[in-house]
C-alpha cells in the first residue's frame, strides 16, 4: 500500500506518529553517548587511577541509561497506539468498503481472501508500523550516528565505517526487493489454506458420509506443504541478511582494530577512544541484526499491505442514486422485465437470455425449470443483487438502477434457497426485517410461516438463543424462520427463493395457503421444482436453459409448453396415461 493510502488511516494518529521515532531518537541519542563516556572513564579515570571521576561518569552512565529506558517506553506506547489505532480504522474501512461490493464483485474475488486480507493481512500492517515507527528510525540513525561519532574520534579509522555502511544497505535493499514478491505468494498459498480450511469445515458431515477423510486430510497437506516450502524458501533468502551483516562487520571490525592498534602505538590515539570505535561497530552489529528482523517484518507488512489496498481498489459495478428520479406508477405492472439477458462475470455464456413478462400487484407467481436453469438468477436481478447486461428490469414502472438501495430493500423481501440464521435470540433474528417490529408483529409472520410452534416449543421462546447459521434447529426449522424473517418486512414483493424445499407436504401447502391470505396486496414469487408448489400461481414461468419456454397458468402450460408437461409428467407419471387419452 502507497504511504498516501496508509497515511490516510494514520491520521488521527499524527502526534503517536511522530511522538514514537522522536522519543526513539532521544534513547539514540544517548545509546550513541555511551561509548564517549566510557572512552573517558578508561583514558581520564583509570588512566589517571581517579575514582572519583570514574563513579561520578559511572553515575552519569545510570541517569542516562534510566532517561534511555523511559524514552524507550515511551516511544513503545505511542507506537502501540498509531499501530493499533490505525489498524483499526483500515479494518473497518474494509468491512465497509466489502459491504458496498455487488454480488459480481463478491463471487469474483471471493469469500476466502477477503477473510485473510481481513484478518492476518491487516494484523501483519499493525506488526509492521509498530515496528517501523520504533526501529525504521532508529537503526539508521544509530549506523549513521556511529559513522559520525566515528570521525570525531579518528578520522582515519572512521573511513572504515564510510566503506562498510553502503555496502551493508546495497545489500539490505537488494533483499528486500528479492523478497517482498515471495511474501505476496506466500499470503496468497495463505488464502488457499484458509478457502480448504473454511470448506472443510461447513462440509464436514458431507466428508464424513463419503468417507472423504482421508481425501480432505491429502488435498489439506498439499497446500500446507506448499505454504511451508515459500516461507522456508522466502525464510533462506531472508535469513540471509544476518550472515552477510556478521561478515561484514566482523571484516570491518578486524580492519578497524588494526588500524586503531596502529594509531595506538603512534601515541596519536588513546586506548578509550579504540573502546569507543569498537563499541560503535558493536552498536553497528546489534542494530543490523535489528534491522535485518525489522525488513522482514515491513517486507510481510507491505505484500499483505498491498493485498488490502488491492479489495480498497475495488470499485463496484453497482451504483444506486442518493434520489429516486420519479414516483411510482400505481397502475403500473409490479415486476416487468423487457428483454433481459444477463451472464456472470468470467462465464463463458449467458445465464438468462431475452426475457419478458410482466406481473401485476398481487399476483402470485411460480418459476419452475430444471437444475442451472436459471430461476435463482432470475429472481436475484428483481432485488438487483446482480445488474442485468442487456435489457430493462422495472418496478412499478421504474427501472430498478433508478430505485435508491433503500428503496429497494422496503419493497422486496427475498428469503434465498440456503436458510441463514444468526447468533442471537429468535426475536433478534425476526427484527433483521423491521427492527421496530413489536412482538405481536413478529408472532403473526411466524404463524403465517408455519414457525409459530417451533418457537412455542423452545425455552423462553423469542428469547431462544439461536447458534451460528442455526445449527441448533433442523433444515425445515431454520426455512420457516428465514420465511418469517421476511414476513415481519411486510414487503410488497415477497421472492421464495426454492426456500420451501426442506419442508413437509403438509406444512408446505399451510404455508401457500396462509401466503394467499396475507393483507395487502403483495405480489409473491415462489422458486420451486415442484410442481404441486406453484400449481395454483396466478402465472408460472417456465425456464429452459436460461430462455422463457413458457408462460401463463397450470392448465394454459399443459397444452402449450412442453418442457412443462414433461416436468409435471416426471412428478406425476399415473397422469400421463390420462393425458395422452384425453381424460385431463
Known amino acids: 500500500m502507497c504511504l498516501k493510502k496508509l497515511w490516510v488511516y494514520l491520521k488521527e494518529y499524527k502526534i503517536e ?30 588512566a589517571n587511577n581517579d575514582h572519583g571521576y570514574i563513579v561520578k561518569m559511572f553515575l552519569v552512565l545510570i541517569l542516562m541509561a534510566a532517561v534511555g529506558l523511559s524514552c524507550s517506553f515511551t516511544a513503545q506506547y505511542f507506537a502501540a497506539r498509531a499501530s493499533v489505532g490505525c489498524a483499526t480504522n483500515l479494518r473497518q474501512a474494509v468491512f465497509d468498503h466489502i459491504q458496498g ?26 506488526n509492521g508500523i509498530n515496528m517501523g515507527l520504533r526501529l525504521l528510525l532508529r537503526s539508521p540513525f544509530i549506523v549513521i550516528g556511529s559513522m559520525i561519532m566515528a570521525f570525531t574520534i ?34 496468497a498459498a495463505l488464502d488457499r489454506i484458509t478457502g480448504l480450511t473454511r470448506e472443510n469445515l461447513t462440509g464436514v458431515r458431507v466428508i464424513r458420509a463419503f468417507c472423504r477423510e482421508e481425501e480432505s486430510v491429502n488435498e489439506f497437506g498439499k497446500s500446507n506443504t506448499e505454504l511451508t516450502r515459500l516461507n522456508e524458501f522466502v525464510g533462506r533468502i531472508s535469513a540471509l541478511l544476518n550472515p552477510f551483516t556478521y561478515v561484514l562487520i566482523n571484516i570491518a571490525t578486524v580492519i578497524l582494530i588494526a588500524r586503531a592498534g596502529l594509531q595506538v602505538n603512534l601515541g596519536t590515539m588513546h586506548q578509550g577512544q579504540v573502546v569507543a570505535l569498537y563499541n560503535y561497530m558493536a552498536q553497528m552489529i546489534v542494530e543490523l541484526i535489528k534491522l535485518a528482523s525489522l525488513i522482514i517484518t515491513l517486507n510481510k507488512a507491505m505484500a499483505c499491505a498491498d493485498r488490502v489496498a488491492g479489495v480498497l481498489d475495488i470499485r463496484t459495478t453497482m451504483h444506486y442514486p442518493e434520489t429516486p428520479s420519479a414516483k411510482a406508477d400505481p397502475s403500473a405492472n409490479e415486476v416487468e422485465f423487457d428483454k433481459v439477458s444477463f451472464t456472470y462475470a468470467g462465464a463463458g455464456a449467458s445465464s438468462l437470455s431475452d426475457i419478458s413478462f410482466s406481473v401485476k400487484k398481487g399476483q402470485t407467481v411460480g418459476i419452475i425449470g430444471g437444475t442451472g436453469c436459471g430461476k435463482s438468477t432470475l429472481v436475484s436481478l428483481i432485488s438487483r443483487f446482480y445488474d442485468v447486461t442487456c435489457g430493462t428490469v422495472k418496478l412499478n414502472g421504474r427501472n430498478v438502477k433508478e430505485l435508491t438501495n433503500q428503496e429497494i430493500h422496503d419493497k422486496v423481501g427475498i428469503v434465498q434457497q440456503r436458510s441463514v440464521l444468526f447468533k442471537g435470540s429468535i426475536r433478534d433474528n425476526m427484527k433483521w426485517g423491521n427492527e421496530n417490529a413489536s412482538d405481536s408483529e413478529i408472532w403473526d409472520a411466524l404463524k403465517v410461516a408455519q414457525a409459530k410452534e417451533v418457537v412455542e416449543g423452545k425455552d423462553g421462546q423469542l428469547d431462544f438463543m439461536l447458534e451460528q447459521n442455526g445449527k441448533n434447529l433442523s433444515g425445515g426449522q431454520r426455512q420457516r424462520l428465514t420465511i418469517a424473517r421476511a414476513l415481519v418486512k411486510k414487503p410488497e414483493i415477497l421472492i421464495l427463493d426454492d426456500s420451501l424445499s426442506a419442508l413437509d407436504f403438509a406444512t408446505d401447502a399451510a404455508l401457500r395457503k396462509a401466503l394467499a391470505g396475507l393483507e395487502g396486496e403483495t405480489t409473491t414469487f415462489l422458486v ?23 408462460s401463463g397458468t397450470h392448465d394454459e402450460l399443459m397444452k402449450s409448453c412442453e418442457v412443462y408437461r414433461e416436468i409435471y409428467f416426471s412428478q406425476f407419471p399415473e397422469d400421463r396415461a390420462k393425458y395422452e387419452t384425453g381424460e385431463m
Open 154 to 187: 579518528n578520522f582515519k579509522c572512521a573511513l572504515v565505517f564510510v566503506v562498510a555502511i553502503p555496502l551493508l544497505f546495497v545489500g539490505v535493499i537488494f533483499i528486500m526487493l528479492v523478497s517482498i514478491p515471495l511474501f505476496k505468494k506466500v499470503q
Open 101 to 126: 461490493f455487488s454480488f459480481t464483485e463478491l463471487d469474483t474475488i471471493g469469500t476466502d481472501t477477503l477473510i485473510t486480507r481481513m484478518t492476518d493481512d491487516i494484523n501483519q500492517v499493525q
Open 17 to 46: 506518529s511522530i511522538l514514537a521515532p522522536l522519543f526513539k531518537l532521544l534513547e539514540v541519542v544517548f545509546d550513541l553517548l555511551v561509548p564517549v563516556v566510557v572512552a573517558k572513564i578508561i583514558d581520564i579515570g583509570i
Open 528 to 550: 420451486s421444482q415442484r410442481v404441486a408448489g406453484i400449481r395454483q400461481a396466478d402465472k408460472i414461468l417456465v425456464l429452459d436453459n436460461g430462455e422463457l419456454a413458457g
